[in-house]
């Protein structure tokens, strides 16, 4: 048998080859929505004399929220001291979790395809390379279902935390009676939005891959060899 690299274009035309090439898009479609994002809310704060105060709220990938801040240094807002304030919650954890799955897939969806192109006569006469890819194609459903749940909560919490309600919790100044803030321009997230909906689109993407990698396994070829054939009629045996 050989086993040195033999290109064939053939696989992209199957559901096994064609689909893995979805997969790397929209891996790409997923971290690069949310691993890219930086963003900016305008805080317009009203003081009780008739005077205005604007504040920029910037943040941006892995928003960790805590590190980035509404007030640099000590300074006065309407006639008020104010010190250097950050703003609250930090889902670094979810996005980064959720970048992560999305780079693993687009290097293993890179490899497979690799392998499918050019060693796919290697892959199709050995049982490991079929169920090692059916193994990780079901842990990559899972992750994507995990990450991608994580992540939307996560991006919940970064819109809580930079609206109306959020920075007027965190700035101190805002509790005052005779002043009102609000945020009056916000930065806008639909890339954010999009990459939780191809975080789903992958997980569905990867499980309806993960049967016809399934199909080349021999659990599948035993399957369908133990069941009998149209036609097939048991012989009786010898007396």
Known sequence: MMTGFRLNLSPLKEPLG???LVE?????????????????NVISILC????NETLNAMYQY????SQFPLIDKNTTLCNHSVTTTHMMGDSASSAEFFVGVGIVCFLYSMAALLVYLGYMHIYKDSDFGPIFDFVITAILVFLWLVCSSAWAKGLQN?????DTEGISGTLALCKGS??????TEFANMRTLNISVVFGYLN??????NAWFVYKETRWHSRKF????????HQVPAPI
Do not use: Y
Not at 48 to 51: I, L
Not at 158 to 162: G, L, P, R
């Open 24 to 40: 790397w898009l929209t891996a790409i479609f997923a971290f690069g929505c949310c691993g890219g994002f930086s963003g900016k």
């Open 178 to 183: 005779n002043v009102t803030c609000e945020v």
């Open 48 to 51: 009780g004399d008739g005077s």
């Open 62 to 65: 892995p928003f960790r929220l």
């Open 18 to 20: 064609f689909v893995k």
């Open 158 to 162: 970064v819109k809580s935390a930079t």
């Open 203 to 208: 997980m569905l993407v990867w499980a309806f």
């Open 225 to 232: 060899s133990s069941q009998p054939g149209p036609g097939r």
